[in-house]
């Protein structure tokens, strides 16, 4: 499934570059994380931390806890 301009949902979750532990990393697609102003990152113990611009809509933060298939931490 395609990511279009006007959805606010992600397509299943893409296996990118393997991390340093040998388990896949996951990005959010561009377009998504520019338009609704969020990033995942991934910490030295596995933690994934949703960096967000103030204003984020809860429902948006619901399908990228989804995407990223474990608890985020916000910032």
Known sequence: ???TE?????PEPAMDVAAEDGQPARRL???FAKRHGI?????D???IIAVCRPG???LILAEVRRFAGAPLKLK
């Open 1 to 3: 499934m395609a990511l």
């Open 6 to 10: 006007t959805s606010n949902t992600l």
């Open 29 to 31: 697609p561009f377009t």
């Open 39 to 43: 990033l995942l990152q991934e910490t």
């Open 45 to 47: 113990d596995s933690e």
């Open 56 to 58: 984020l809509d809860l």
